[in-house]
């Protein structure tokens, strides 16, 4: 190959190569099921965070306004989704697994748990409003 074409693929080769080394284990302990919020300034109320073998997720409704709104959260198969809502008024929403599941809550705050048992992106929605609350990305 010509000087010029190696000049040319170089940065190429770089981009690829730190693009692969962003994919690779990190040697983290950590599991990966721990995405929540993109800052840590953020407040609970849309956040997840790794307990013990579990994801805990807060999501907070104010009227027809719902925080997170849409946010990923990556879980491994099996494990369990520890969902706190906080709301002003009663509602339901719908985990668009195999098979559905349907969370209902009333006002004020509750407590609930699921379980995805299949790999694949899992929307939990609400149809009144309808909103997107998360997408449960789980591997």
Request: proline fraction near 5%; glycine fraction near 8%; charged fraction near 25%.
């Amino acid at each position: 190959m010509s000087r010029r074409v190696l000049s040319r693929l170089a940065p190429l080769t770089l981009v690829l190569a730190l693009g692969l080394a962003a994919c690779g284990d990190g040697g983290d302990d950590e599991p990966a099921a721990t995405q929540g919020s993109s800052s840590p300034s953020e407040s609970t109320s849309d956040s997840a965070s790794a307990d013990g073998d579990a994801v805990a997720v807060t999501v907070t409704r104010e009227g027809d306004t719902f925080t997170p709104n849409g946010e990923r959260v990556e879980l491994e198969v099996g494990q369990t989704l520890d969902l706190t809502i906080t709301s002003d008024a009663a509602g339901e929403f719908h985990v668009h697994s195999t098979p559905e599941q349907e969370i209902a809550y009333d006002a004020g705050t509750s407590e609930h748990q699921i379980t995805i048992d299949r790999p694949g992106v899992v929307e939990v929605e609400s149809h009144e409003p309808a909103s997107i609350v998360l997408q449960l990305e789980v591997r």
